[in-house]
């Protein structure tokens, strides 16, 4: 029953889970610090030196506060939709490669929880029912600007979901395979899917930043008009579930960017360098986070540069530029194709 | 009408060009003004570490002087509520009793002298109507509180003490006191 | 285990089905709709078609209910008490259901021949098995529906520019 690979895997599981909430949490102290560092200002720096134990004391504030449900709202449905938005949040992990294979005691670990043959797919499906949390959440505080943001989470999530998979097809048609597993392998060395896609990777990464609400599109919940939005009654820990599983969001989005379009766990020249296979697989895992921390940056950097949309303007965006041009994408990479194959 | 100056500008809804219209360029200017930002000095002053450096005539909360023995130069008279423009001064005279000289330096003092910090303006012009170089603002900060009637500052909280005398050498320079000595000027006298 | 997995998503999947309709309360019947939809995918891929299953969930669970949770919320039609429909209406959809369910148990039992013709193949789900049938079998009503669906693409965004004459 208890195979080293069961093993294996529960630990990689486990390791994945904690990983993951680390970095969203220390993803809140980073979104700061970065706010402040181009604001001139200089941002949290009392809790610990240089303010690294700010997430713990937001996190104990969060469990201080006092809970409120109120009393017109539907119960079940208000606690059931933080909790859907982190479930959906955590899923996707599981099919990210965080590295190739590993080798202990004489037996090779794949650094990949699972390997589905729809592995793309699978990213696109739990984004998709990503925002039923919020939607659920919305409707259940029976207030007017959750409601509000929560219809507007809805049309903008249905919306940039049509071009991001059309921005994947594109992908997938370069790359031949749906699975994740392949697609990293592919790109061993510098053969990234950037340089094969760089239109779809520009339709991808405008799609994510709508798919997570954040800056530029962060409409659902954007403080000027709706209060709060779809959180707007929520408070203590289910706010702070929704606020975590926005960056667990954004985790999760920088890791598919990275694995996608820029050769997930391979780095340049990793073939030429002499190191043993192990080595290349622990210095891939490095340099894939090394990826995505420079995507969870590139997040707040647009963040605080870019401001916010108008609705108008983000529909507009999403129907008349980004699905025309995801169409014209696959259009130009199917005639290479068949270009190149003749 | 003719403009008077060169420094008129019409703006007007100017078609976008191509370019202009994809926005990338407009969007990867701000991140470039932005990431500039991220290595540029901060203006923040971590406060209670580090002070930012005061006006050398800043006026803060207020001080009532002692002389060189240690008895209190005010004696009540009223100029500096006279002369507050905010009303925020008031005091109650009283004689000084035998024995008190070392307390009081003349024969009448202040048994009650109350500022009302909410209401003061920090002016300074209780100061300029001193004839006895009693008040003075020092760069020392009027303090938060959560009570509105704790703001108003009695003697023990404006008097200096004997062991810890406040320093208003720099509100004391030789032109002011040339200035005060000048008994021509209305105010001074 | 397998079969386990099978009574537990079947009674789900009833359960979830039974509460559509009779619960009072149209945001939770949606809801209880898109519980039937996992159910139904977890049923895809025990039958290892996975690609089925997560386009199941893709389209139904992720756009089409979100569509009809956000139409509902929106007319807010979520009071509890919606006036009864008359008997006529009840009767009608009775009878078309009923109709349904004669004709998917009728094709159903036709299958039967197909299963002892074709033995049971693991990868019939996959992708890459998936792909050979559409594009060799049925090429030509995979192609027409695909047009189908851009052309809808398309129309969507002509209806959103208007300055396009």
């Known amino acids: 029953m208890f195979t080293p690979d069961l093993i294996f895997k529960v630990v990689l599981i486990l390791s994945i889970f904690v990983i993951t909430l680390v970095i969203a949490m220390y993803s809140t102290y980073g979104e700061r610090k970065i706010a402040a560092f181009m604001q001139d200002r200089l941002g949290p720096n009392r809790a610990g030196i240089f303010g690294i134990l700010q997430p713990l004391a937001d996190g104990v504030k969060m469990f201080m506060k006092e809970e409120l449900i109120p009393d017109i709202s539907n119960k079940v449905l208000f606690i059931l939709g933080p909790c859907l938005a982190m479930t959906t949040a955590l899923m996707t992990s599981v099919i990210i490669p965080w590295g190739s294979t590993i080798n202990i005691f004489g037996s090779d670990f794949s650094l990949q929880v699972t390997d589905l043959n729809i592995g793309v797919l699978y990213v696109f499906a739990v984004t998709s029912i990503g925002v039923y949390g919020i939607m659920i959440g919305g409707w259940a505080s029976n207030n007017k600007y959750s409601l509000l943001g929560a219809l507007r989470a809805s049309s903008q999530m249905i919306s940039y979901e049509i071009a991001m998979g059309l921005a994947i097809i594109a992908l997938i048609m370069s790359t031949g395979t749906l699975s994740l597993k392949e697609i990293s392998a592919a790109q061993s060395g510098f053969h990234w899917n950037i340089f094969v896609q760089p239109l779809g990777f520009l339709i991808f990464i405008i799609c994510s930043f709508a798919e997570t609400n954040r800056a530029p599109f962060d409409l659902p919940e954007c403080e000027t008009e709706l209060i709060g939005g779809y959180h707007t009654e929520y408070s203590s820990m289910k706010l702070g579930f929704y606020l975590f599983a926005e960056y667990i969001n954004m985790f999760i989005a920088s890791a598919v960017i990275s694995t996608l379009y820029f050769g997930g766990y391979n780095f340049p020249f990793m073939n030429d360098m002499g190191l043993s296979s192990n080595a290349i697989t622990i210095l891939g895992v490095v340099f894939l986070f090394a990826k995505i921390f420079f995507f969870i940056f590139f997040f707040m950097w647009i963040r605080w540069t870019i401001p916010r949309f108008r609705y108008d303007q983000l529909m507009r965006l999403g129907w008349t530029v980004l699905i025309p041009l995801a169409i014209f994408n696959i259009l130009l990479t199917g005639a290479i194709i068949f270009a190149t194959n003749n | 009408m003719q403009s008077l100056t060169n420094r008129k500008k019409v703006v007007g809804k100017k078609e976008m060009t191509w370019v202009e219209k994809l926005y990338l360029p407009a969007i990867f200017g701000g991140m470039r003004i932005t990431l500039k930002h991220m290595f540029s000095k901060k203006t923040t002053i971590s406060y209670p570490e580090q002070k930012r450096e005061f006006s050398q005539i800043y006026r803060g909360m207020h001080v009532l002087k002692r002389d060189e023995k240690g008895a209190e130069r005010c004696t009540a008279c009223g100029l500096c509520a006279v002369a507050c423009p905010a009303e925020a001064i008031t005091m109650v005279a009283a004689e000084r009793k035998k024995g008190e000289e070392n307390l009081y330096r003349e024969e009448k003092y202040a048994a009650v002298y109350e500022i009302n910090m909410l209401r003061c303006i920090f002016c300074g012009d209780c100061e300029d109507a001193c004839p006895k170089e009693s008040i003075f603002l020092t760069d020392r900060i009027v303090p938060s509180d959560f009570e509105r009637n704790e703001f108003v500052y009695g003697k023990d909280k404006l008097v200096e003490t004997l062991e810890n005398p406040i320093d208003i050498s720099k509100r004391q320079t030789a032109e002011v006191l040339e200035f005060k000595k000048n008994k021509k000027l209305t105010h001074n006298r | ?165």
């Open chain 3, 1 to 165: 285990m397998t079969q386990f997995l099978f009574y537990f998503l079947s009674f789900v999947a009833v359960a979830a089905g039974l509460m559509v309709i009779t619960a009072k309360n149209p945001v939770h019947s949606v809801l209880y709709l898109i519980i039937a939809f996992f159910a139904i995918a977890g049923h895809y891929i025990l039958l290892n078609a996975q690609f089925l299953a997560i386009v199941h969930i893709i389209v139904y669970a992720g756009a089409i209910m979100v569509l009809f949770l956000s139409v509902i919320m929106l007319l807010n039609l979520n009071k509890d008490n919606e006036p009864a429909k008359s008997n006529v209406l009840k009767l009608a959809a009775a009878v078309a259901a009923g109709l349904l369910l004669v004709t998917f148990t009728g094709t159903l039992k036709g299958t039967e021949s197909i299963i002892a013709a074709q033995p049971y193949d693991d990868q019939i789900g996959y992708v890459k098995a998936l792909g050979k049938v559409l594009f060799n079998d049925f090429l030509l009503p995979f192609e027409v529906s695909a047009l189908l669906l851009l052309s809808a693409i398309i129309g969507a965004v002509v209806l959103v520019k208007h300055d396009l004459k």
